[in-house]
């Protein structure tokens, strides 16, 4: 029987709360209606501020209640705005916003902000949160969780399927007779710290302050000699990782390169370490959603990196690119309300397949 579910995810580059209104049953997850609300502007700065620095327990506090609120916020916004009955809506699927993602360390955690207690005292509906920190305790890296919906999307089509993710970091999924699915590294984060720096702007829109430069090749090979890129899957990062002071690190060399060359540099080293994974899987369809997908030079450059191999958005088989995460996450709390375990442990390393995420009622 389908049921109908909303699906909440704001990413590592703080873009914007991307909403998907689904109906899913144990076959399909079918997007009705989607919104995107723009993150409130000084909740990201302070978000970017505490990221990497010293903080305190009170900012971390009122962090997490400001994005309850700001969730809440948008959620009714946009059931006001499509018109929904509230009583249809079985639960909402909340990621929450990554604080920060540490699941190799001798106590290892994943903290995901936005407090679901005051989304559902606002809503009056139930919020399945909490997702990642069950597959931590079963020794995974509890990340990535997309691969779990490419395969219930994908695993039907005849093809031998790779899908790839590009958001603030990548993620890739390859789905054969075992799931596997990792971090590749930075999606469109470094690009946009960069846009933000030299332009003020948000990000590289299609990617023309990157076509406007030509590639450092000596700078290339020095960042994609980074540990990340040489480790073995499972594996997964974030902006606790790819941020202002890896960037930073390799700023003697950017002293002597014009700031178009290293944001065509940045957008070349997504293309390459994405490309350099997926030429290791024998796949001969790769299919991309995120953010990224919306970035016509670095497609573009994708493609020249992996010739001889199609290269489709998910748009073009029939999933949206764009809402994938937040349609994942109503699929996800789906599978919660049911209690079905998530088939993950091939992708994050833990002990076994769980059932993910606590409801609030």
């Known amino acids: ?17 991307d909403i998907a209104f689904c109906k899913i049953d144990s076959n399909t997850c079918e997007l009705i209606s989607f919104g995107k609300y723009p993150f409130d502007a000084k909740l990201k700065e ?58 190799n360390s001798d106590y290892p955690f994943s903290m995901q902000l936005g407090n679901p207690n005051i989304i559902t005292a606002q809503t009056g509906v139930s919020v399945v949160s909490d997702f990642r920190r069950k597959d931590i305790a079963l020794g995974g890296q ?3 969780f997309a691969p779990a919906f490419h395969h219930f999307l994908f695993s039907k089509l005849d093809e031998n399927i790779a899908v790839l993710n590009i958001g603030g970091m990548a993620n890739l999924t390859v789905i054969g007779d075992k799931l596997i699915g990792y971090d590749t590294g930075c999606g469109n984060v470094l690009m946009d710290m960069w846009a933000f720096e030299c332009k003020g702007e948000a990000y590289d829109k299609d990617g023309t302050f990157a076509k406007s430069g030509k590639v450092n090749t000596t700078l290339l090979e020095k960042m994609l000699d980074d540990d990340y890129f ?9 902006r ?17 390169i014009k700031d178009e060359d290293i944001a065509a540099t940045l957008l070349e080293l997504t293309a390459q370490s994405i ?14 959603c995120g953010g990224g997908v919306n970035n016509g030079y670095l497609m573009e450059r ?14 073009e088989v029939g999933v949206s690119g764009e809402f994938m995460e937040a349609m994942a996450f109503a699929w996800l709390a789906h599978e919660r309300v049911h209690k079905k375990c998530v088939k993950l442990s091939s992708v994050t390393g833990a002990s076994r397949d769980s059932i993910l995420g606590a409801i609030y009622e």
Do not use: C
């Open 1 to 17: 029987m389908s049921e109908f579910y909303i699906g909440v995810m704001s990413g590592t580059s703080l873009d914007g709360v």
């Open 46 to 103: 302070d978000i970017l501020s505490v990221i990497g620095t010293q903080t305190t327990l009170s900012t971390i506090g009122q962090i997490d209640t400001r994005l309850g609120y700001m969730y809440a916020d948008a959620i009714e916004s946009f059931i006001a705005r499509q018109k929904i009955d509230k009583k249809t809506i079985t639960a909402i699927g909340l990621h929450g916003q990554t604080l920060w993602h540490e699941p």
């Open 142 to 144: 509890g990340a990535p």
């Open 230 to 238: 040489k480790k073995a899957p499972p594996k997964s990062t974030g």
């Open 240 to 256: 606790e990782y790819f941020n202002q002071t890896w960037l930073a690190s390799y700023m003697p060399l950017f002293r002597t």
């Open 275 to 288: 490309a350099n994974e997926v030429k290791k899987t024998s796949t001969n369809l790769l299919i991309v």
């Open 302 to 315: 994708l493609r020249d990196n992996l010739k001889g191999l199609k290269v489709t958005s998910s748009d």
